[in-house]
């Protein structure tokens, strides 16, 4: 009985000490991808509808956009620099935004907006995957906002192959962060239970 037992223990202080360890590596993950957070700033652009023309508007607004604000923030060293440049152009953002809209003969009203935006986990140009969260984000609505959306990196600009920044990915992010985002299959699993958990936090 007393072997029984013993090896009972055994077996639960294997079993906890496993959850300790998953606990223990989930918290570590979480917490590497909320500074992947910190150290991007993205752009979505929502279109007006679903309709081939509003989807179709939204590229080109998108493009626009894109082209002004790298303008704005080239050579910018950190997100929160990058971001810190855009919003003191907002309204030039927007106007520019307004004008391609009218200038393709719509009369949708245009907003930009420079805050936090909550993503989903998504994965950009098939190498790269960023976890779900509340990230800073250049947020440019097209009329009632109701169509899918664009997104991408603004910096580093990894949407902008014009601009002259120098600064890359994984110069922002530590080694093991960009190990994360490098769209590492073995990283899939930890990027659902992630999104799971920030849709929580997001509803409650």
Not at 98 to 118: E, L, M, R
Not at 138 to 159: L, Q, R
């Given at each position: 009985m007393k072997t029984k037992n013993k090896i009972l223990a055994v077996e639960l202080a294997?079993?906890?000490?496993?959850?300790?360890?998953?606990?223990?590596?989930?918290?570590?993950?979480?917490?590497?991808?909320?500074?992947?957070?910190?150290?991007?700033?993205?752009?979505?652009?929502?279109a007006n509808s679903d309709s081939a023309e509003d989807q179709a508007l939204k590229l080109k607004v998108r493009d626009a956009v894109l082209e002004a604000g790298k303008e704005y923030f080239d050579n910018s060293e950190s997100a929160a620099e990058?971001?810190?440049?855009?919003?003191?152009?907002?309204?030039?953002l927007e106007a520019v935004a307004k004008?391609?809209?009218?200038d393709n003969g719509y009369d949708?009203?245009?907003?930009?907006?420079?805050?936090?935006?909550?993503?989903?986990?998504?994965?950009?140009?098939g190498e790269v995957t960023l976890p779900a969260g509340e990230y800073e984000a250049v947020?440019?609505?097209?009329?009632?906002?109701?169509?899918?959306?664009?997104?991408?990196?603004m910096f580093p600009p990894m949407c902008l192959p014009a601009a002259e920044s120098d600064v890359?990915?994984?110069?922002?992010?530590?080694?093991?962060?960009?190990?994360i985002?490098?769209?590492?299959?073995?990283?899939?699993?930890?990027?659902?239970?992630?999104?799971?958990y920030e849709k929580f936090i997001k509803n409650n």
């Amino acid at each position: 009985m007393k072997t029984k037992n013993k090896i009972l223990a055994v077996e639960l202080a294997v079993f906890t000490a496993f959850i300790i360890a998953c606990v223990s590596s989930t918290m570590s993950f979480a917490s590497a991808c909320k500074d992947i957070r910190s150290s991007v700033l993205r752009m979505h652009v929502i279109a007006n509808s679903d309709s081939a023309e509003d989807q179709a508007l939204k590229l080109k607004v998108r493009d626009a956009v894109l082209e002004a604000g790298k303008e704005y923030f080239d050579n910018s060293e950190s997100a929160a620099e990058a971001e810190k440049k855009l919003a003191l152009v907002k309204d030039e953002l927007e106007a520019v935004a307004k004008k391609t809209v009218s200038d393709n003969g719509y009369d949708y009203d245009v907003k930009v907006n420079i805050g936090n935006a909550y993503f989903p986990t998504k994965t950009y140009d098939g190498e790269v995957t960023l976890p779900a969260g509340e990230y800073e984000a250049v947020n440019v609505v097209i009329g009632n906002g109701n169509g899918h959306n664009w997104w991408c990196v603004m910096f580093p600009p990894m949407c902008l192959p014009a601009a002259e920044s120098d600064v890359e990915l994984d110069e922002v992010l530590s080694r093991d962060e960009y190990e994360i985002v490098k769209s590492n299959p073995k990283f899939e699993p930890r990027f659902k239970i992630i999104e799971w958990y920030e849709k929580f936090i997001k509803n409650n």
